[in-house]
């Protein structure tokens, strides 16, 4: 009696391993199923324990191989089979999209330069000479990241130009035309973005390169090094930060013109 159980057991055993399909998915979970319908991106399917329950179904890029009762397989490649035409495009990753950014600053700046020859006074010696500027900056350049982290990733960051036009408090009107301007030109550095959400994001960057400074009152043309980091929180493709701005001549302590500027940024990247 005991060697017929036995042997019963093993015919069923054998009996419904084959009387079942099995979907084997990409995570690796396996499922013993009974296939009913396939469609361009779905498989429709019963549990096999629940012959009489409810229709379920999975996308077909979620399930990596289909054995059926007969021993056949079938596979699905998201990327290459027919049946993914009406498959629907997964979100895209604002936060860690690369792309070109665009910035408008505004923000508060204190120039000091030297002077040795100045016209309103009679000596040659050096002349300490400070401003303080309300500063109007405009930013363009292009980002891009790397890795397969989710949460942090640092990039590369390159300023193509920024330019400021800066108005002096004491000399407003005249300094919106014949005031210095700074173009800050191939500014290179990195970048790093943290995100928290699909939507919500922080940025850490820091750049530098090549400054010149143009001063129309004085006909001067001053170039200098360009120090700048900044911290923006990123809303999809829009973000707003703080950005700082440090700008040192190469010229000698005689005739040096160093700026330092602090501003609000707003920007967006495509």
Same mark, same amino acid.
């Given at each position: 009696?005991?060697?017929?159980?036995?042997?019963?057991?093993?015919?069923?055993?054998?009996?419904?391993?084959?009387?079942?399909?099995?979907?084997?998915?990409?995570?690796?979970?396996?499922?013993?199923?009974?296939?009913?319908?396939?469609?361009?991106?779905?498989?429709?399917?019963?549990?096999?324990?629940?012959?009489?329950?409810?229709?379920?179904?999975?996308?077909?890029?979620?399930?990596?191989?289909?054995?059926?009762?007969?021993?056949?397989?079938?596979?699905?490649?998201?990327?290459?089979?027919?049946?993914?035409?009406?498959?629907?495009?997964?979100?895209?990753?604002?936060?860690?999209?690369?792309?070109?950014?665009?910035?408008?600053?505004?923000?508060?700046?204190?120039?000091?330069?030297?002077?040795?020859?100045?016209?309103?006074?009679?000596?040659?010696?050096?002349?300490?000479?400070?401003?303080?500027?309300?500063?109007? #900056?405009?930013?363009?350049?292009?980002?891009?990241?790397?890795?397969?982290?989710?949460?942090?990733?640092?990039?590369?960051?390159?300023?193509?130009?920024?330019?400021?036009?800066?108005?002096?408090?004491?000399?407003?009107?005249?300094?919106?035309?014949?005031?210095?301007?700074?173009?800050?030109?191939?500014?290179?550095?990195?970048?790093?973005?943290?995100?928290?959400?699909?939507?919500?994001?922080?940025?850490?960057?820091?750049?530098?390169?090549?400054?010149?400074?143009?001063?129309?009152?004085?006909?001067?043309?001053?170039?200098?090094?360009?120090?700048?980091?900044?911290?923006?929180?990123?809303?999809?493709?829009?973000?707003?930060?703080?950005?700082?701005?440090?700008?040192? #001549?190469?010229?000698?302590?005689?005739?040096?013109?160093?700026?330092?500027?602090?501003?609000?940024?707003?920007?967006?990247?495509?």
């Amino acid at each position: 009696m005991k060697i017929f159980s036995f042997f019963l057991f093993i015919f069923l055993f054998q009996f419904t391993s084959f009387s079942q399909d099995t979907l084997v998915k990409v995570s690796g979970e396996r499922i013993a199923v009974t296939v009913v319908e396939i469609t361009e991106t779905t498989l429709k399917y019963k549990k096999i324990d629940q012959p009489d329950g409810p229709l379920r179904s999975l996308y077909l890029g979620s399930i990596e191989t289909v054995i059926y009762r007969d021993g056949t397989e079938e596979s699905f490649e998201v990327k290459t089979t027919h049946r993914n035409i009406h498959a629907p495009k997964p979100k895209e990753d604002f936060m860690h999209r690369n792309g070109v950014f665009f910035d408008i600053l505004i923000g508060y700046s204190e120039n000091t330069r030297y002077f040795t020859s100045y016209s309103i006074w009679s000596t040659t010696e050096p002349k300490l000479y400070r401003t303080k500027n309300i500063t109007l #900056t405009f930013r363009v350049g292009n980002k891009w990241y790397f890795g397969e982290r989710q949460i942090w990733k640092p990039g590369v960051q390159f300023t193509w130009l920024r330019y400021n036009i800066n108005l002096e408090e004491e000399n407003f009107d005249e300094s919106i035309f014949i005031g210095p301007r700074n173009f800050s030109i191939a500014n290179v550095g990195m970048a790093n973005i943290f995100k928290f959400s699909e939507k919500f994001g922080i940025e850490a960057n820091l750049g530098t390169g090549l400054n010149i400074e143009v001063n129309i009152d004085n006909d001067r043309v001053i170039p200098g090094l360009n120090i700048n980091p900044e911290f923006k929180l990123r809303f999809n493709e829009f973000a707003i930060g703080i950005d700082y701005s440090r700008i040192q #001549t190469f010229t000698a302590e005689y005739d040096k013109s160093n700026w330092d500027v602090l501003s609000l940024s707003i920007g967006f990247k495509m």
